[in-house]
T-cell receptor, first 112, second 115 residues
Framework: GQQLNQSPQSMFIQEGEDVSMNCTSS?????WLWYKQDPGEGPVLLIA?????ELTSNGRLTAQFGITRKDSFLNISASIPSDVGIYFC????????????FGKGTLLTVNP | NAGVMQNPRHLVRRRGQEARLRCSPM?????VYWYRQLPEEGLKFMVY????????ESGMPKERFSAEFPKEGPSILRIQQVVRGDSAAYFC?????????????FGEGSWLTVV
């Protein structure tokens, strides 16, 4: 089945730094979703992308839908301690629009 | 996360026991999805249900796992004769229509530990 590869697996940064993470696939996705999961909680949708080349912002977060439809990027500017968590990319797969494939996540640690 | 209620939040079962996980979708939502998250993994789709119907159970293990979403009451994910490998976080999500990307809402999860 379709797989999503996220990198890096983990990041340790200082408060105030910018962060960039990406997600790649060997096959095309028509929608890219970025979620954040706090420890012991469910994933919360941050940004949804529906069109190749689309660039969408949500506060300090910016995500882009790659032109090839096989990748997506998430940037966080001026990180703060509450940005700590696991960031997942996801997209509908298997020919359905409800069966989401998730990457394995990028663990972000922010040092105050 | 707001509105999708899962219980119990944490459940410990001995090998061979049964685990029942409940999910009440957001008000007005009639579509429910169950996902499983193994340690240090992303979420994996298990099953998609509408009221009284299983629409897609292609992600469900063939044995011991079942799901229902009755006309009244919450959706239930049932795991019979649990084994250690069933230890995971189980997330329920709901939507008002079939998933349209930004309209799926996950609950806070039920963490199952099999000892």
């Amino acid at each position: 089945g379709q797989q999503l590869n996220q990198s890096p697996q983990s990041m340790f940064i200082q408060e105030g730094e910018d962060v960039s993470m990406n997600c790649t696939s060997s096959s095309i996705f028509n929608t890219w979703l970025w979620y954040k999961q706090d420890p012991g909680e469910g994933p919360v949708l941050l940004i949804a992308l529906y069109k190749a080349g689309e660039l969408t912002s949500n506060g300090r977060l910016t995500a882009q839908f790659g032109i090839t439809r096989k990748d997506s990027f998430l940037n966080i500017s001026a990180s703060i301690p509450s940005d700590v968590g696991i960031y997942f990319c996801a997209g509908p797969s298997g020919g359905s629009n409800y069966k989401l494939t998730f990457g394995k996540g990028t663990l972000l640690t922010v040092n105050p | 996360n707001a509105g999708v209620m899962q219980n119990p939040r944490h459940l410990v079962r001995r090998r061979g026991q049964e685990a029942r996980l409940r999910c009440s979708p957001m008000k007005g939502h009639s579509h429910v999805y169950w996902y499983r998250q193994l340690p240090e993994e992303g979420l994996k789709f298990m099953v998609y249900l509408q009221k009284e119907n299983i629409i897609d159970e292609s992600g469900m293990p063939k044995e011991r796992f079942s799901a229902e979403f009755p006309k009244e009451g919450p959706s239930i994910l049932r795991i019979q004769q649990v084994v250690r490998g069933d230890s995971a976080a189980y997330f329920c999500a709901s939507s008002p229509l079939q998933l349209e990307g930004n309209t799926i809402y996950f609950g806070e999860g039920s963490w199952l530990t099999v000892v």
